[in-house]
């Protein structure tokens, strides 16, 4: 690789990072074949993940919503952490002060190992009772149609954030601080589009961060940060932090 080389720079700044903050999205659980959630093969029975993970669906129709999670747990269940989710515990493991935010819901950085992150839209595997709040891990494939609380009886719901509901404070917090004290940012396999994580870019930039995004294509963040890489998450990670 050569040193002056996008791929290059954004490798000595890692080598050289006091404090890296790692931001991932669906696209790095792409490459062990978990859909994505724009591209075409998102949609599930056409609907598109915004008419599905809303609690408005899930109060009109629960039984539909949790057949959607049901199938969704199934394919999840098959499918193994990549050689990109392996690099970022490496990397993890080798830096004083990391942190990871990721979006995705699918618990393959927890089965990779890494053990410093936020999942700020919740856990597949977790599901959370509507009546009494208690959270519980829940590896059933399938689950009941609609399970029920084993304290209380009141419905179950995905330990999922859908659309229109607030992140939880404590992920919010951890996020701000290492967002805003990171010097170093990477941005892997995320459109860009879905609020708050659409601005972590531009917290850590004001911050004085530098920011690299790993994507397939283009995103709005693009402009905005140091340096974009384009490829496969799995084929550009394992590059980037060889050798750190
Ligand atoms: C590869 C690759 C490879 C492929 N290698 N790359 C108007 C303006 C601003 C905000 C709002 C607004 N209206 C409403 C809002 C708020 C809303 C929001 O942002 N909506 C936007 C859609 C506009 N946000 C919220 O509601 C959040 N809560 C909140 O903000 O609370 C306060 C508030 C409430 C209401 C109003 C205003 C404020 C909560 C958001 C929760 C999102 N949850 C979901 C669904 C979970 C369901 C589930 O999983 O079961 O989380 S949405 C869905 O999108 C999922 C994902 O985590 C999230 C992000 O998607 P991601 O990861 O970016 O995936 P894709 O598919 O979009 O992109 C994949 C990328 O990978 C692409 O770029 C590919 O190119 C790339 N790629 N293969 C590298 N191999
Ligand atoms: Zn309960």
Redesign the pocket.
């Known amino acids: 690789m050569a040193p002056g080389s996008d791929l290059g720079i954004v490798k000595q700044r890692l080598a050289d990072a006091q404090s890296i903050t790692v931001l991932t ?4 659980s ?2 062990s074949g978990v859909p ?4 075409t093969d ?1 949609l599930w029975k056409n609907f598109r ?1 915004e008419d599905l ?1 809303t609690p408005e669906a899930f109060g009109r129709d629960p039984r539909l919503v949790w057949e959607w ?1 049901n199938w ?1 747990r199934e394919l999840i269940a098959t499918k193994q952490p990549n050689e990109a989710h392996k690099t970022i515990v490496a990397l993890e493991r080798r830096s004083q002060d990391f942190w990871l935010i990721t ?3 699918d618990g393959l950085h927890r089965e990779a190992g890494s053990a410093k992150l936020s999942e700020i ?1 919740g856990n ?1 595997w977790k599901v959370r009772c509507t009546g009494c709040g208690v959270v519980e891990d829940n590896r059933d494939v399938p689950i009941a149609a609609l399970p029920s609380c084993r304290q209380c009886g009141s419905l179950l719901r ?1 330990h ?8 939880f404070f404590e992920d919010l917090d951890h996020c701000s601080r290492a967002l805003s004290h990171c010097d170093t940012l990477l941005i ?11 601005g972590f870019a531009s917290i850590a930039k004001e911050a004085g961060a530098f920011v690299a995004e ?4 283009p ?1 709005p963040q693009s402009l905005l940060v140091d340096i974009s890489l384009h490829g ?3 084929d550009i990670v394992p590059l980037l932090i060889e050798a750190v």
Request: proline content about 4%; overall charge positive.
């Open positions: 999205g669906a696209g790095i792409a490459d994505t959630f724009r591209g998102g993940a993970a999670y969704r979006q995705n819901v839209h597949i995905p999922i954030v859908w659309f229109g509901e607030s992140l892997i396999g995320t459109s860009g589009l879905v609020y708050p994580a659409a790993i994507n397939l294509d995103t496969r998450a799995k």
